[in-house]
């Protein structure tokens, strides 16, 4: 049922005040924000959208009433409804939201008595305004009461969800304000920087929440179960994921703002992939950071089979013999830049061999490696490379067999 307030029957005097402040509503509305902003807590930094769309919404709607306009509550008290839901959902006190509609309501009053002051006003006429905000006022702290207990209810009840919820909303990246608030719905205190970890688990594995510490959010995600901590938990909760699962690999990236959790759950995907591509060495704890070049390397896997028919084409026509010794040869030059015997001393063999080996090079890629941009690619493109062909992946020679038939 809509519930409306007709006139309360004001004065002449003060219905003629009321009117002539709808034209200062929102400049009137703005003051009272910035001056609730100054005087409210650390805590309620980021809420002054919100606190000027109450006062703004509240001080239209009063006056609509005070003028005995038709004036339905449902906008207004949804919206104070969803202010205290909001407060007690980010675990804050109640009492900031009562000390800012004390302020609030002592800044408007301030307001009506100059006014009144200054327009002549009758002591009758100001207090029907007083009696008249005072009840106003009372139905709004219910509504932020009703809100208020229905966030408290949420955050208690929703706790398991709310943190799986928040392990969406981070790896989705979802806005700060949203992480925040799922964050305080779960009641997990959110840092400036967070571990992802990526578990490899059997398929039918499974880490429960109940085997780690309360500092760390785990959900599975197939093919594998994100963890996510504080970095000083890092050692604690790698701990209990290794008893709770003694098969699974643990890729631990490094830490991380929370809004680039989806980066750094990609990057921790990509470690176990490279591991199972025999890239890395495969341990049961991975630590990312040591593996960072390699990540890199390898974070556009189709652009790097392409940059390989392209540039390397030369070496991949090459016999297998061949293509090993001149590739070995190649990327020790690219890496040092060094003379024949330099690089000899390197490879363990004769510089004649090397200075052999550079003249087939030459051959092969001619004047392109004078060229700084196609020495820096091919550079990258041998690092990335590499590592898989001494890991037994023929893919790129199969797929030059297959273009040049």
Same mark, same amino acid.
């Given at each position: 049922?809509?519930?409306?307030?007709?006139?309360?029957?004001?004065?002449? +005097?003060?219905?003629?005040?009321?009117?002539?402040?709808?034209?200062?509503?929102?400049?009137?509305?703005?003051?009272?924000?910035?001056?609730?902003?100054?005087?409210?807590?650390?805590?309620?930094?980021?809420?002054?959208?919100?606190?000027?769309?109450?006062?703004?919404?509240?001080?239209?709607?009063?006056?609509?009433?005070?003028?005995?306009? +038709?004036?339905?509550?449902?906008?207004?008290?949804?919206?104070?409804?969803?202010?205290?839901?909001?407060?007690?959902?980010?675990?804050?006190?109640?009492?900031?939201?009562?000390?800012?509609?004390?302020?609030?309501? &002592?800044?408007?009053?301030?307001?009506?008595?100059?006014?009144?002051?200054?327009?002549?006003?009758?002591?009758?006429?100001?207090?029907?305004?007083?009696?008249?905000?005072?009840?106003?006022?009372?139905?709004?702290?219910?509504?932020?009461?009703?809100?208020?207990?229905?966030?408290?209810?949420?955050?208690?009840?929703?706790?398991?969800?709310?943190?799986?919820?928040?392990?969406?909303?981070?790896?989705?990246?979802?806005?700060?304000?949203?992480?925040?608030?799922?964050?305080?719905?779960?009641?997990?205190?959110?840092?400036?920087?967070?571990?992802?970890?990526?578990?490899?688990? !059997?398929?039918?594995?499974?880490?429960?929440?109940?085997?780690?510490?309360?500092?760390?959010?785990?959900?599975?995600?197939?093919?594998?179960?994100?963890?996510?901590?504080?970095?000083?938990?890092?050692?604690?909760?790698?701990?209990?994921?290794?008893?709770?699962?003694?098969?699974?690999?643990?890729?631990?990236?490094? %830490?991380? %703002?929370?809004?680039?959790?989806?980066?750094?759950?990609?990057?921790?995907?990509?470690?176990?992939?490279?591991?199972?591509?025999?890239?890395?060495?495969?341990?049961?704890?991975?630590?990312?950071?040591?593996?960072?070049?390699?990540?890199?390397?390898?974070?556009?896997?189709?652009?790097?089979?392409?940059?390989?028919?392209?540039?390397?084409?030369?070496?991949?026509?090459?016999?297998?013999?061949?293509?090993?010794?001149?590739?070995? &040869?190649?990327?020790?030059?690219?890496?040092?830049?060094? +003379?024949?015997?330099?690089?000899?001393?390197?490879?363990?063999?004769? %510089?004649?061999?090397?200075?052999?080996?550079?003249?087939?090079?030459?051959?092969?890629?001619?004047?392109?490696?004078?060229?700084?941009?196609?020495?820096?690619?091919?550079? !990258?493109?041998?690092?990335?490379?590499?590592p898989l062909w001494m890991a037994g992946d023929q893919s790129d020679f199969d797929r030059y067999q297959q273009q040049t038939g």
């Amino acid at each position: 049922m809509t519930q409306t307030h007709q006139s309360p029957g004001l004065p002449g +005097s003060a219905v003629w005040m009321l009117k002539s402040l709808e034209s200062e509503v929102r400049p009137i509305a703005r003051k009272i924000t910035r001056h609730l902003r100054e005087g409210l807590p650390a805590e309620t930094e980021g809420f002054e959208e919100l606190i000027f769309t109450a006062v703004h919404g509240a001080m239209s709607h009063f006056i609509d009433l005070g003028l005995g306009r +038709s004036a339905p509550y449902i906008a207004i008290d949804d919206h104070f409804r969803k202010v205290g839901f909001k407060v007690a959902a980010l675990g804050q006190d109640r009492a900031i939201v009562d000390q800012g509609i004390d302020m609030a309501t &002592t800044e408007l009053w301030d307001e009506l008595r100059r006014r009144a002051v200054e327009n002549e006003l009758s002591a009758a006429a100001l207090n029907a305004l007083n009696e008249m905000m005072t009840s106003y006022v009372e139905h709004l702290t219910t509504q932020v009461s009703m809100g208020f207990e229905a966030g408290t209810e949420a955050r208690d009840q929703n706790n398991d969800v709310a943190r799986a919820r928040l392990i969406d909303r981070m790896l989705s990246g979802s806005s700060h304000d949203e992480i925040e608030t799922q964050a305080a719905l779960g009641e997990w205190p959110l840092p400036e920087k967070v571990t992802v970890m990526a578990v490899e688990l !059997l398929d039918a594995d499974q880490i429960s929440a109940d085997a780690l510490s309360s500092v760390a959010l785990t959900r599975r995600r197939r093919p594998t179960q994100v963890v996510i901590c504080p970095p000083s938990a890092t050692a604690t909760v790698t701990k209990e994921v290794r008893a709770a699962a003694p098969k699974a690999r643990v890729s631990i990236c490094w %830490p991380v %703002p929370p809004a680039d959790v989806p980066a750094a759950w990609r990057w921790a995907n990509r470690a176990l992939a490279l591991v199972n591509a025999r890239v890395i060495p495969a341990k049961p704890v991975i630590d990312c950071l040591a593996y960072r070049t390699e990540i890199w390397l390898h974070a556009e896997p189709v652009m790097r089979r392409q940059l390989a028919q392209e540039l390397l084409e030369p070496l991949l026509a090459e016999s297998e013999n061949s293509r090993e010794i001149l590739t070995e &040869t190649l990327l020790v030059w690219l890496e040092t830049r060094e +003379s024949a015997p330099a690089i000899a001393a390197v490879l363990g063999v004769h %510089p004649q061999t090397v200075r052999y080996r550079w003249k087939r090079i030459n051959e092969l890629f001619g004047e392109s490696l004078r060229d700084p941009e196609f020495v820096t690619q091919l550079l !990258l493109l041998l690092k990335a490379s590499v590592p898989l062909w001494m890991a037994g992946d023929q893919s790129d020679f199969d797929r030059y067999q297959q273009q040049t038939g």
